[in-house]
C-alpha cells in the first residue's frame, strides 16, 4: 500500500476515489478512519483557469462553510505539497444514482434548497454529479470549488443538465465510460 504523508503525518491509500481539474482525491485510512486525500495536481485545463489552487481550495472551503451548504470538513492543509484531508462521506454520487435511474425529486429539492442559500452569496459551485454524494438520505457537495455567481453556471441553466438522462448527460457517459 502507498503512503502519502499530510503534514508528516502518513495516511495509507486505498484507492482513487476520482480526478477532477484540479486535483486528484484518494480514500485513505489512519488508525482504521477513512478520509478523502487530495493531491492538487497543474494539468492543463482547456476550459477552467486557475490561480493559486491550494490556497483556493482553502477560500473555497471558507466560503461555503460561512453560506451553510453542507460538505465534508476540512481537517488539514499541507500548503507546501498541495495536499488537503478532508472528511470521507460514504454513498453513491449523483452521477451514479442517475446512471442506475435511482434519482429522486428529493435530491433535486435539496440541491435547490443550497442554490437558495448560494445565489444570495453570490455563489455557483461545480453543479456537475460527480461532485455530490447522498449520505443518509442528505446531499454533500464534496468539492470545495465555488465561483461568482453567473446565470450561465447555475443550476437551472447549466446543472440540471446533468442530473437525469438528458442528452447531455448520456453524452458525457459515452465519452467517459470504460
Same mark, same amino acid.
Given at each position: 500500500?502507498?503512503?502519502?504523508? %499530510?503534514?508528516?503525518?502518513?495516511?495509507?491509500?486505498?484507492?482513487?476515489?476520482?480526478?477532477?481539474?484540479?486535483?486528484?482525491?484518494?480514500?485513505?485510512?489512519? @488508525?482504521?478512519?477513512?478520509?478523502?486525500?487530495? /493531491?492538487?495536481?497543474?494539468?492543463?485545463?482547456?476550459? =477552467?483557469? +486557475?490561480?493559486?489552487?491550494?490556497?483556493?481550495?482553502?477560500?473555497? =472551503?471558507? $466560503?461555503?462553510?460561512?453560506?451553510?451548504? $453542507?460538505?465534508?470538513?476540512?481537517? @488539514?492543509?499541507?500548503?507546501?505539497?498541495?495536499?488537503?484531508?478532508?472528511?470521507?462521506?460514504?454513498?453513491?454520487?449523483?452521477?451514479?444514482? %442517475?446512471?442506475?435511474?435511482?434519482?429522486?425529486?428529493?435530491?433535486?429539492? /435539496? %440541491?435547490?434548497?443550497?442554490?437558495?442559500?448560494?445565489?444570495?452569496?453570490?455563489?455557483?459551485?461545480?453543479?456537475?454529479?460527480?461532485?455530490? %454524494?447522498?449520505?443518509?438520505?442528505?446531499?454533500?457537495?464534496?468539492? +470545495?470549488?465555488? !465561483?461568482?455567481?453567473?446565470?450561465?453556471? !447555475? +443550476?437551472?441553466?447549466?446543472?440540471?443538465?446533468?442530473?437525469?438522462?438528458?442528452?447531455? +448527460?448520456? /453524452?458525457?457517459?459515452?465519452?467517459? $465510460?470504460?
Amino acid at each position: 500500500m502507498d503512503i502519502i504523508s %499530510v503534514n508528516n503525518v502518513g495516511y495509507e491509500i486505498v484507492r482513487l476515489l476520482g480526478k477532477g481539474k484540479g486535483g486528484y482525491s484518494y480514500l485513505a485510512i489512519k @488508525d482504521g478512519k477513512e478520509y478523502v486525500l487530495k /493531491q492538487i495536481h497543474h494539468e492543463p485545463c482547456s476550459y =477552467y483557469q +486557475f490561480g493559486d489552487k491550494i490556497q483556493s481550495e482553502i477560500n473555497d =472551503y471558507k $466560503r461555503l462553510s460561512d453560506i451553510g451548504i $453542507r460538505i465534508p470538513k476540512m481537517i @488539514d492543509v499541507d500548503v507546501k505539497n498541495e495536499r488537503i484531508l478532508k472528511e470521507y462521506i460514504d454513498g453513491d454520487t449523483i452521477y451514479d444514482l %442517475v446512471c442506475r435511474d435511482m434519482m429522486t425529486e428529493d435530491y433535486i429539492s /435539496q %440541491v435547490r434548497e443550497m442554490c437558495s442559500l448560494l445565489y444570495p452569496a453570490n455563489t455557483n459551485i461545480d453543479y456537475f454529479p460527480t461532485n455530490f %454524494v447522498v449520505c443518509n438520505g442528505q446531499i454533500y457537495y464534496i468539492d +470545495f470549488e465555488c !465561483n461568482n455567481y453567473m446565470d450561465e453556471w !447555475n +443550476f437551472e441553466n447549466w446543472g440540471i443538465k446533468y442530473w437525469s438522462k438528458t442528452p447531455e +448527460f448520456m /453524452q458525457y457517459w459515452n465519452d467517459h $465510460r470504460q
